[in-house]
């Protein structure tokens, strides 16, 4: 479908219906006769030769290499055999600790131990985190909200009648996904003002690139100023207001795209990129008249 309308050879309307077909038989989700993806036995060999006493030491931590392969937990365990383990939410000591991975293995009597390091302040436990501004007003089963950076640009959507779905933070922590409000949402919009500070901005952006699960339920659009912002919120609650919003056409109307990858830098720095100034007022000479 995407595809066809890229092409012209579906007009918006036709795509519009389409989507909306899309979403109500389900399809987004998971497609009519999707077959099962193939499962491949090498790496739960290659560990299993390893031997039964044999320790595995990753250097990279396994949440770390799971993300930059653009895997799902689920994925990198059917793909590895390796199980992405719970996070421990007691607060850190500052003391670096390894956590014990188990693998799994066609014969219990034989099993491989992957220890990972502790994890970096980019991941801490959600005991450490600071809720997310704005959560207090969202009900729980909501199925999508809009996520933006820092409490001014949420406040900014709550004053237009979006309390019930602006979220603000400053970096994104995937934790904040298994918090009971939001375990609900399928569809995020990131809106990024591009006035703001290019360096939170990225910091900001980064951060939803590098967590696949909420990556792969998120679109982007980018605003030039406050002022373009508020424009998108005034025209949801219109919208809102006759009946008539909904997501596809709020993407439509405003461009939104699915998130760059982590280690797509140009499409981060396009995102990101200031707006240009604006072009001084033209003045013209002759209609002023200088007097002594």
Same mark, same amino acid.
């Given at each position: ?105 066609? *014969? ?44 001014? *640009? ?38 990024? *003002? ?6 939170? *901005? ?91």
């Amino acid at each position: 479908m995407k595809r066809a309308y890229d092409l012209k050879l579906q007009a918006a309307v036709e795509y519009r219906a389409a989507v909306k077909h899309m979403y109500r038989k389900g399809w987004n989700k998971r497609e009519p006769h999707e077959s099962r993806p193939q499962q491949s036995g090498v790496f739960e060999k290659a560990l299993k030769g390893l031997g039964q006493k044999a320790t595995l030491t990753i250097d990279l931590p396994i949440e770390k290499l799971c993300e930059q392969l653009c895997f799902t937990p689920d994925a990198f365990y059917e793909v590895t055999g390796i199980a992405i383990p719970p996070r421990n939410l007691a607060p850190s000591s500052g003391t670096e600790t390894r956590s014990a991975v188990s693998i799994s293995s066609p *014969n219990p009597s034989e099993s491989v131990v992957a220890t990972t390091p502790a994890s970096d302040s980019a991941s801490a436990p959600v005991a450490q985190l600071t809720d997310p501004y704005g959560l207090d007003s969202v009900r729980s089963g909501t199925k999508e909200i809009f996520l933006l950076r820092g409490a001014d *640009n949420c406040e900014l959507a709550r004053h237009c009648a979006q309390k019930d779905r602006a979220v603000g933070v400053e970096i994104w922590h995937r934790e904040y996904m298994d918090l009971p409000v939001l375990q609900a949402v399928e569809r995020v919009w990131v809106v990024i *003002n591009r006035s703001d500070d290019r360096e939170a *901005n990225t910091r900001f952006l980064r951060s939803i690139a590098a967590d696949t699960s909420i990556r792969e339920r998120s679109r982007i659009a980018t605003v030039d100023s406050q002022t373009g912002m508020s424009a998108l919120f005034k025209w949801v609650l219109k919208a809102q207001r006759s009946h008539a919003f909904s997501g596809d056409l709020l993407e439509y109307v405003y461009h939104f795209k699915t998130v760059p990858l982590p280690d797509d830098s140009k499409e981060v720095e396009a995102l990101t990129e200031p707006p240009p100034p604006p072009e001084p007022w033209p003045i013209d000479s002759s209609s002023f008249r200088w007097q002594r």
